[in-house]
């Protein structure tokens, strides 16, 4: 995998120190409201989600700077994000679901969420099926929609508390 992940190494710094600061920016905006945001029962789930999101690029742009790493460790590090990721926007697709929100279709909220964690869960399937550079390609994707995926249900989270 190695001379594979060094061709990505570039775009891993970006988006690991991107992602990493974008993280702590939504911590300190959600801890500016968070006993209004505790309120809501739906609302913690989504901003759960929305770090989960994060951490999951974290750990596949982190992990994919480890030099000389074997294929097989690296699809089980990114498997793990994905499904970290996806345990966490499980839950928050449920309290969606069950709650009676009025901002936008219940679906689309669900799929904004679902979208970087399903490409997460395919690029680890591609690492393992012996296809890195198509995996390569989907963690990125995944890492870059995973950033729009967290603003989004960060945006939302902040929005609803004021409503």
């Known amino acids: 995998m190695g001379e594979l992940t060094d061709a990505w190494s570039e775009f891993n710094v970006a988006m690991l120190g991107a992602t990493a600061a974008l ?12 006993a209004e945001i505790m309120k809501t029962p ?3 789930g989504r901003a759960a989600a929305a770090l989960a999101a994060l951490m ?6 982190a992990v994919g700077l480890v030099p000389d ?7 089980v590090e990114v498997l793990f994000a994905g499904v970290l ?9 449920r309290l969606i679901y069950s709650q009676g929100e009025e901002f936008g279709p219940r679906w689309v909220k669900a799929a904004a969420g679902w979208l970087p964690v399903t ?7 591609l690492v393992f099926a012996g296809s890195p550079a198509a995996a ?13 995926s ?8 902040l929005v609803e508390v004021l409503r």
Do not use: D, K
């Not at 999951?56 to 742009?61: K, L």
């Not at 990721?85 to 697709?93: D, L």
């Not at 390569?136 to 729009?148: K, M, Y």
């Not at 967290?150 to 989270?157: C, D, F, K, Q, S």
């Open 56 to 61: 999951a690029a974290i750990i596949v742009t």
């Open 23 to 34: 993280a702590g920016l939504v911590i300190v905006a959600m801890s500016v409201n968070l």
């Open 85 to 93: 990721a996806a345990a966490f926007e499980y839950r928050a697709t």
């Open 42 to 44: 739906s609302l913690p």
């Open 119 to 125: 490409l997460f869960l395919l690029g680890a399937v």
């Open 136 to 148: 390569l390609g989907c963690l990125a994707a995944a890492s870059i929609l995973a950033i729009g």
């Open 150 to 157: 967290a603003i989004l249900h960060a945006w939302i989270v």
């Open 69 to 75: 790493q074997p294929v097989v460790i690296y699809g």
